[in-house]
């Protein structure tokens, strides 16, 4: 079994293999719902317009990016095109409780793409 863990202050993180729900922080609840599933490096989005497919890619104490497997349409809205051009989205764990793993979506140092809670949920 392959889990991804993160240092988080007092907290070990872990991202471990199962199947999670995003909640968003309240000012980005406009955002659409999904889940996703982790296996092993793999992330499966599942209940979302897409369902894509990603291959975790860890970097730095408690960072990872998506790395997708499969081939890109040109699907992206204009906001995410703007975000995408100004670096590789990545997600920074920042704290955890049992199966809650905070998270905040960064496009670079200095945007913030959006924020909120991993929920494992089996």
Not at 40 to 57: A, H, P, V
């Given at each position: ?14 991202l ?11 000012k ?59 670096g ?9 409780k ?25």
């Amino acid at each position: 079994m392959v889990s991804f863990g993160f240092k988080c202050a007092n907290n070990n993180c872990l991202l471990e293999n199962g199947k999670y729900k995003v909640v968003y922080d309240k000012k980005f609840t406009d955002y659409p719902k999904f889940e996703f599933v982790i296996n092993g490096q793999n992330l499966t989005e599942i209940n979302s317009d897409s369902n894509r497919k990603y291959t975790i890619e860890t970097f730095g104490e408690n960072s990872f990016r998506l790395k997708s497997i499969e081939k890109q349409t040109d699907s992206l809205t204009e906001f995410q095109k703007a975000l995408m051009s100004n670096g590789k989205p990545y997600y920074v764990i920042t704290d955890c409780k049992k199966d809650t793993i905070d998270f905040t979506m960064r496009v670079n140092l200095h945007v913030i793409s959006h924020s909120g809670k991993f929920v494992r949920i089996k």
